[in-house]
């Protein structure tokens, strides 16, 4: 009698049976982990470079919207910056202003038109400017021209809608000045350099650095008491008949954009009342 041989199943059955028995007992650890741990390196190789090339294939996409958005950016930012000069510029135009109006408040006795500055003489000798007010706007030659800190010269020509301004820091320019607090009378004269001097200061006159300068209203040129600087040093020789007097000006000639003709000022020429040298009298 010969032994049957056992189906396969039931030797398949048998032997999965055995390997989780071995398993649950945890004979089978050491073989699952030489099984499975080159398989789980190959699966974190292929991850890896799976990653590496999407990585790749998405790059020049990403770099492109990088740089649009750097782009725009970068156009909000001059933008905004433009709008910030803007902004900037119209705070310093309205402080400009508003000095203006205070000065026009503290000299009520005037009346004023608004001139912005529109040129300058290119001569480095001659010290002008050209505003844009002239005879259609009652600007006449003569008038006094004034910034929000105080005087900047005279009208010496006008044409329908323009007028040209010498300023007194020209070499031609004479202004009767009155230093205080010592009411020192004195003449301010320009220079080439534009830089500004007193003259017929007496020696014995008390005149420190720091004194304000004003106008005398003598001559029939300008009005009284208005700002043009202050003293900046003094200086007396020993053979001088007049001290030597330097004048800071209060107005930033440089700096001038906007100012104010004083319009009901009108010069008064007195040239032919003051005798001159070897005229006869009465």
Not at 229 to 240: E, N
Not at 262 to 277: G, S
């Amino acid at each position: 009698m010969t032994r049957r041989a056992l189906p396969s199943w039931l030797l398949i059955a048998l032997v999965l049976s055995g390997l989780l028995l071995l398993a649950l007992g945890g004979y089978l650890g050491p073989l699952v982990r030489v099984v499975t741990t080159p398989v789980v390196r190959a699966q974190a190789a292929v991850v890896r470079y799976a990653r590496a090339v999407g990585d790749y294939l998405r790059t020049p996409t990403d770099v492109q919207a990088l740089r649009r958005r750097n782009q725009e950016l970068e156009a909000q930012v001059a933008e905004l910056q433009t709008q910030l000069a803007l902004l900037q510029q119209q705070v310093a135009d309205l402080e400009l202003y508003a000095a203006l109006l205070d000065f026009a408040r503290a000299h009520p006795q005037h009346e004023y038109k608004t001139a912005q500055v529109i040129g300058r003489d290119p001569s480095p000798f001659l010290h002008y400017i050209i505003v844009n007010v002239g005879s259609d706007d009652g600007v006449r030659p003569g008038m006094p021209v004034v910034s929000a800190q105080g005087l900047v010269g005279q009208v010496v020509a006008v044409i329908p809608r323009a007028a040209r301004v010498r300023l007194i820091t020209d070499p031609t320019s004479r202004v009767s000045v009155r230093i205080t607090p010592s009411n020192t009378e004195a003449l301010l004269v320009g220079s080439v350099t534009g830089d500004l001097s007193l003259e017929m200061v007496p020696l014995d006159a008390e005149v420190n650095p720091g004194d304000l300068v004003v106008t005398a209203g003598l001559g029939g040129e300008y009005p009284p008491n208005i700002l043009v600087g202050q003293v900046l040093s003094t200086r007396r020789l020993a053979h001088a008949l007049f001290q030597e007097v330097a004048v800071q000006p209060a107005t930033a000639f440089a700096d001038l954009r906007v100012v104010l003709v004083i319009v009901n000022f009108r010069p008064v020429d007195i040239a032919p009342l003051v005798p001159t040298p070897g005229a006869g009298g009465p």
